[in-house]
């Protein structure tokens, strides 16, 4: 007799160059990790300041750069995912290798544990609002890499993270993920503000159009019947 249970939506890697080491898993729905995490994320996990445990969730995300891993950090949160993500990367030269493989990574992570857009909604929008910064993200679990990043980002920095890096980092994790991705900051004078209000915004819309849409179990979302190519 076959079972009802949805099946799981992880993935887990590790992701190795000459600039970057990284060890990521990723579920989708919260909860557990996936069996095959790597052993080096079982000891970090808990550790750090962008850490946080409850009924639903596990979240611990370690880049190197503090600011990154805040936005990370919020990213999992909102979307209701489980992540750990370790990084030991070439910060002695800058913090673009770092911050670009982090998100590929994650990207790339989203993709394998997503499987497909059969069954989902495959679209989503959000606002969201932090204090006088305002943002909205709208996605479509396409297939179709393309991004469309407009944050309006005055400083050189936020802690250790190049303003510049920001919306590099969004596009970076719609082209590994093969989503169609439209992030605006439509309001606000913190950068701070508007960076977070940003990635809160994704957070929301990837929840709402990786939603299961009971009744429509292995159907293909789109007039094509295809999203595979």
């Not at 990370?72 to 030991?88: D, T």
């Given at each position: 007799m076959g079972s009802d249970k949805p099946s799981q939506r992880w993935a887990a890697f590790a992701r190795d160059t000459n600039e970057t080491k990284i060890q990521l898993a990723l579920n989708l729905d919260g909860g557990e990790f996936p069996p095959n995490t790597d052993s080096r994320l079982a000891t970090a996990v808990g550790e750090g300041h962008a850490s946080q445990s409850s009924q639903s969730q596990t979240i611990s995300v370690n880049t190197g750069i503090g600011f990154l891993d805040h936005?990370?950090?919020?990213?999992?949160?909102?979307?209701?995912?489980?992540?750990?993500?370790?990084?030991?990367?070439d910060l002695h030269i800058d913090d673009h290798h770092t911050a670009e493989d982090c998100c590929i990574a994650l990207g790339y992570a989203f993709a394998q544990a997503l499987g497909g857009a059969s069954g989902l909604a495959r679209f989503g929008s959000a606002y969201a609002p932090l204090d006088e910064a305002l943002s909205r993200a709208v996605v479509d679990l396409s297939n179709r890499p393309f991004s469309v990043v407009e944050l309006g980002l005055a400083r050189e920095k936020i802690g250790d993270l190049s303003c510049e890096m920001i919306p590099h980092c969004l596009q970076s994790f719609a082209q590994a993920a093969r989503l169609t991705l439209h992030v605006d900051c439509l309001r606000g004078q913190n950068d701070h503000h508007r960076a977070e209000s940003a990635f809160k915004a994704l957070a929301v819309a990837l929840r709402i159009a990786t939603t299961r849409i009971p009744g429509k179990e292995g159907e293909v979302p789109s007039t094509k019947g295809t999203l595979s190519v």
């Open positions: 936005m990370l950090h919020a990213l999992a949160k909102h979307a209701g995912w489980s992540l750990a993500l370790m990084c030991k990367g």
